[in-house]
């Protein structure tokens, strides 16, 4: 891992973080520099846009497979569906994906994101979201409404067993 490579890392890999965090909390141990030295060579869209750690849905599940964080995976936005697989179990992690985000002046912009997500029960209408930092620590969850969610235009990318 370079030092650019890390800088970018910090700025683009959200939705990498989030899978570090994953195989970490999963008992398979991965630091940062280790996924970024394995997967950079994969991904050499990283190196010709100078976004280490840019990733769309399909490399995400890619790389979550390649961790063994999980077999299959679907996008779903159903909340109360997502909220009864959690509860029957067929869901093992969830990662919230949103497109859009509320400056400080209440404007609505384009920010990609990936946090990791779960339900706050026993609410049946929020859930509890998680940041994963720069040096893969996960943060404390903030607890955000479904509608919170849509607004933001989130989708959550399932990760099942």
Request: aromatic share 10%; net charge negative; with cysteine.
């Amino acid at each position: 891992m370079t030092p650019e490579q890390e800088a970018q890392f910090k700025d683009y890999g959200c939705g990498c973080r989030c899978l570090i965090a994953l195989a970490n909390i999963d008992g398979n141990p991965i630091s940062k520099a280790e996924f970024i030295d394995r997967y950079s060579p994969k991904y050499p869209l990283w190196q010709r846009i100078k976004q280490c750690g840019v990733t769309n849905v399909g490399m995400i599940f890619d790389i979550a497979k390649d961790l063994g964080i999980a077999n299959e995976f679907t996008v779903m936005i159903n909340k109360n569906d997502l909220r009864d697989g959690v509860k029957k179990g067929f869901i093992k992690h969830l990662i919230l994906n949103t497109e859009r985000l509320m400056a400080a002046d209440g404007v609505w912009g384009d920010y990609y994101h990936c946090a990791l997500a779960s339900p706050a029960w026993p609410s049946d209408s929020s859930w509890l979201v998680s940041q994963v930092n720069q040096e893969i620590a996960v943060l404390p969850p903030q607890e955000i409404t479904d509608d919170y969610i849509d607004r933001m235009r989130g989708y959550f990318l399932v990760l099942m067993p």
